[in-house]
């Protein structure tokens, strides 16, 4: 039986969830187009965003030579395949429910 | 909340953000259509006109440039309407993050192609130049949408620049066209080409790919 044990814990928090999932559709993000797509405040967002990175599944890079300094995250190659076993496990389990 | 079910909640979660995010049709098929068939029928009339008229002008530069930009106007106004309407439809606000970053890769190449086309029509007289800029820089200003557009749009936007390049060539290798008493056939014709016809091609493209709506899990 597979269940929620499987699933990456540090990707199933919802806000993590979501940056990942926009991190995976391409290839890089601002943080204020992060920030307006998902609604989230400034803190959150940071702390998520910090989560993430210490585990290495995203790489922030930094644009200091316009007039204001531009952040932007994308996925390692590490993100992308821990995002791809996390749907790969979700879809996994729906299937397996729907088989009983 | 079961396992099943929160698996479920988390499958829409994303599949409704990459929805959202993954792609950005800033050109919508249906604008594509009304404003390709206005370019045919605005670019055959001149070329018609010179042809059974011995090569006769069949307006004025300024009218060519007026044309156009009523053109550009109806196909721009109603694109606005659809992608207002497709905003409306998927729950976003109208200027997404999406059209932001379309925004920004259109505006530089149509900055440079309606300013340099409009003077060299009003202060060169160089028609088929214009009309030619105009294609290109159309055309890349779609490419610079390549990373968030669907494929179509991106090979519409290659097939402007591709057909640009091969038409600028044959007009600059054929200097017949300087007999001509006016280059409004030429430009005309590169216009019916390039905005015409492709256009056209693009947005039958669309229509004919387009998928069945998925069916929605209760």
Redesign the interface.
């Known amino acids: 039986m597979i269940d929620f044990d499987q699933l990456d814990k540090l990707i199933h928090e919802k806000g993590r969830l979501s940056i990942m999932t926009l991190l995976s559709t391409r290839g890089e993000w601002a943080f204020q187009d992060l920030k307006n797509e998902l609604g989230m405040s400034d803190g959150n967002l940071i702390t998520h965003l910090r989560t993430l990175g210490t585990a290495t599944y995203i790489k922030e890079t930094r644009d200091e030579s316009g007039t204001r300094p531009r952040t932007s995250y994308e996925l390692t190659a590490a993100g992308r395949k821990a995002f791809k076993n996390y749907v790969e496990v979700l879809g996994e389990i729906v299937k397996a429910a729907q088989q009983t | 909340m079961s396992?099943?079910e929160?698996?479920?909640e988390?499958?829409r979660?994303?599949r409704s953000?990459?929805e959202?995010?993954?792609i950005y049709r800033a050109v919508s098929a249906p604008a594509a259509l009304t404003g390709g068939v206005l370019a045919l029928i605005a670019s055959a009339w001149p070329v018609w006109h010179a042809l059974t008229n011995h090569g006769e002008a069949a307006m004025c530069d300024r009218c060519f440039l007026y044309t156009w930009l009523a053109i550009l106007a109806v196909a721009s106004v109603l694109n606005v309407v659809l992608l207002a309407r497709e905003a409306t439809r998927r729950n976003q606000p109208f200027v997404?993050?999406g059209m932001?970053?379309a925004l920004r890769a259109f505006a530089p190449p149509m900055l440079v192609g309606g300013v340099v086309g409009i003077g060299l029509i009003a202060f060169l007289h160089n028609l088929t130049l214009a009309a030619l800029i105009w294609a290109l820089c159309y055309g890349l200003a779609l490419l610079g949408t390549a990373?968030?557009s669907p494929r179509s749009l991106v090979r519409l936007g290659w097939a402007f620049v591709i057909t640009g390049l091969l038409l600028f060539v044959a007009w600059a290798v054929n200097r017949d066209v300087d007999l001509l008493s006016s280059d409004l056939s030429p430009a005309s014709l590169v216009m019916g080409i390039t905005f015409g016809l492709l256009h056209v091609v693009y947005a039958l493209a669309v229509f004919f790919s387009r998928k069945p709506a998925e069916v929605q899990p209760e």
């Open positions: 396992t099943t929160a698996a479920l988390n499958l979660i994303i953000l990459m959202k995010a993954h997404s993050a932001r970053m990373s968030f």
